[in-house]
C-alpha cells in the first residue's frame, strides 16, 4: 500500500522515519566540523537539534494525522450515521453509549431510557462487562462524543469486538444542541438556545 506524499515525510512506518533522522544526524555530523561553530555564527548544536526535533515532530504530525484521517474515513464506511433530530425516532430500547471524558460526560449528556458512559479510553475493556453480558452483543447501541469522530471510532471498535447493530451520532453532542436539542446535566437541563 503506497502512503501520501508530504513535503517532509514519505516513509510508510515510524521505524523507518527513526532509522532516516538517526542516519542524517550522524551523516551530518560527520561532515560537519563540530568545533568549527562559535557563537558569532549563532550555530550550536543545541540550536540543530532543536530545530531536527521541531522538523521531526511535524513530520509526525503530518503522518499521525493522515493515518488517523484514513482510519477515520474506514470507520465511516461501516458505521450508519444517525442525524440528530433521527435519534427520536429510534426504538425506545437503544442504548446511548457516551464515549467522552467523565468530566466531558458530567457538562452534560443526551438523555435517553439506557445512557451509559465509557471513554473511549476504556471501551475495549469495558465493553464485555457493561453491554454485552447485560444487553447482548445484538443491542441497538448509539454511540457519541463531542465532535464526531470519537464515536465513530467507538462504535467502529464495538463493531469489531462483534456487537453487531451499532450506530454513531453524526456530529456528536454539538450536531444535537444545534438542532435545538437540549442535554441534562446534574444541573438540570440545558440548550443553546
Known amino acids: 500500500m503506497k502512503q501520501p506524499k508530504h513535503k ?12 532516516f533522522t538517526q ?3 550522524k551523516n551530518s555530523l560527520n561532515k ?14 543545541k540550536n540543530i537539534n532543536t530545530k531536527l526535533e521541531k522538523y521531526a515532530k511535524s513530520c509526525d504530525d503530518i503522518y499521525l494525522s493522515s493515518q488517523l ?4 474515513k474506514e470507520a ?22 457516551d464515549v ?6 458530567a457538562s452534560g449528556y443526551i438523555n435517553g431510557h439506557t445512557v451509559l ?6 471501551l475495549e475493556f469495558m465493553a464485555i462487562e457493561k453491554i454485552a453480558q447485560k444487553y447482548g452483543q445484538d443491542a441497538k447501541i448509539v454511540t457519541y462524543c463531542l465532535k464526531g469522530p470519537r464515536g465513530f471510532l467507538a462504535a467502529h471498535q464495538l463493531k469489531k469486538l462483534g456487537f453487531s447493530n451499532v450506530s ?6 454539538l450536531a444535537w444542541l444545534k438542532e435545538g436539542n437540549t442535554i441534562h446535566s446534574y444541573l438540570g437541563e440545558l440548550s443553546l438556545a
Open 23 to 25: 542516519r542524517v544526524i
Open 168 to 173: 454513531s451520532l453524526e456530529g456528536g453532542i
Open 8 to 19: 517532509c515525510l514519505d516513509f510508510p512506518t515510524r521505524d523507518r522515519w527513526a532509522n
Open 117 to 122: 458512559t465509557i471513554p473511549r479510553g476504556k
Open 32 to 45: 560537519i566540523n563540530i568545533q568549527s561553530f562559535n557563537s558569532k555564527q549563532g550555530l550550536t548544536m
Open 100 to 105: 467522552r471524558e467523565p468530566e466531558e460526560f
Open 69 to 72: 484521517k484514513k482510519i477515520l
Open 76 to 97: 465511516k464506511k461501516e458505521i450508519k450515521a444517525i442525524k440528530p433530530n433521527d435519534l427520536y425516532t429510534i426504538a425506545k430500547d437503544i442504548i446511548l453509549i
